[in-house]
């Protein structure tokens, strides 16, 4: 398959607006440079030539940019398929990421918002190839960070979260206290 290698360079570039999108839209994988856009341009192409279902595979390390270039390609899409009630699906697919990183995101010594899970979002599309829905589902890769951390890293964001909520009405009967005043024990 296709192998892209994007490098996160930590601040927005003008590489990705409509103008970017429109340029990508209807070229042949290789004509243009490599982008996100000619990934997503060449999978859409091939689920409607061949009426199949495509995947892309985003990896990386932690800050690498992932969520990002997910967001990316939901847009190009979007876009490309003329979905104008869904000309922001990324956003109703993203829309759950709060809680979600709530739940599956930690501090590491490398990122203070790192996600220690894996998502996968299955966007359906009809018989014209314009977006019709989306599906994401979570996988929590790392349970051991329950109940250890490496020194200068963090739990799961909740356990922070919900302490201090603690002295809020509605969790008090938690008794929650500080997370420095709790202890984890594995069995």
């Not at 918002?113 to 599309?125: A, H, L, M, P, V």
């Amino acid at each position: 398959g296709i192998i892209l290698v994007a490098i996160n360079p930590y601040k927005q570039l003008p590489i990705y607006g409509d103008a970017i999108i429109h340029a990508y839209s209807g070229q042949n994988m290789g004509d243009m440079d490599p982008h996100i856009f000619a990934v997503a341009e060449e999978a859409y192409k091939q689920m409607a030539r061949n009426n199949k279902n495509q995947s892309i595979i985003v990896s990386g390390e932690s800050g690498a940019g992932k969520t990002v270039s997910a967001r990316y390609t939901m847009r190009y899409f979007a876009t490309v398929s003329k979905s104008s009630s869904n000309a922001h699906v990324e956003d109703k697919v993203l829309a759950s990421n709060p809680i979600t990183e709530a739940v599956g995101n930690a501090k590491t010594t490398r990122n203070d918002n790192s996600s220690r899970f894996g998502k996968y979002t299955e966007i359906s599309f009809d018989q014209s190839y314009q977006i019709i829905g989306a599906n994401m589902r979570t996988y929590l890769l790392e349970k051991s960070r329950v109940v250890f951390q490496s020194e200068n890293e963090r739990n799961y964001h909740i356990f922070y979260q919900l302490c201090a909520s603690a002295m809020q009405p509605e969790f008090k009967h938690l008794k929650l206290g500080r997370s420095q005043e709790n202890t984890y024990f594995s069995f």
